[in-house]
């Protein structure tokens, strides 16, 4: 993966990606893990692909990985992965039931902390559709409001990062 190209296109949009580094192997690991047995996996946000290579990973032969991302330059590098799992689709992730079965688990890392409240609540509305949402976050101050589109959260810090991140494993029916 090229982090040139991650930190030149932090500098000219930093409000759509949020952070000037891709997520590291072990934040990428822990996410990636929290999609269980999911099936039909769809990603929100995934850069040049540091989550997505960590699920292809756990994903099961006959799965499916579908990579929603705004950025044009990231999805050709996302394209350059090779898996015929992976579907890389050019668009905002708030379009995703559009293309993808997004009913098992969304994967997001999409910056919602600096989105506009009502853009923030259409992701999270489409989120609490699917059996299980992952949202990377740097600072936790979105529990109160998640937890209003989920009955079960939890919260995990994985100081393994930079910068240091917390995981929401969200749950659209009590565990
Ligand atoms: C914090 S970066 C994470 C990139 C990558 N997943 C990683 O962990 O290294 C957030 C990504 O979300 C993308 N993004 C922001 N808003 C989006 C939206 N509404 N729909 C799709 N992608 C979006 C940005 O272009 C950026 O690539």
Sequence with gaps: MDYKVFVNQFLKYPKEIGTFTTSSKFLAHQMARAIGDSLHVVEFGSGT????????KVLRPEGTLTCFELNPTFCRELEKIH??????????????????????????S??????????RHLILQL????KKFIQLQYMPV??????QYFPDVDLKFVPLNIPPAFVYICKSTPA
């Design 83 to 108: 898996d015929d799992r992976i579907t890389v689709v050019n668009d905002l992730c708030e379009n995703a039931p559009k293309y993808a079965d997004c009913s098992q688990c969304i994967v997001s």
């Design 49 to 56: 692909g540091a989550i997505s290579t960590e699920i292809l």
């Design 142 to 147: 979105l529990t109160k409001e998640i937890k």
């Design 127 to 130: 989120a609490a559709k699917s």
């Design 110 to 119: 999409v910056p919602l902390t600096i989105m506009s409240k009502q853009q």
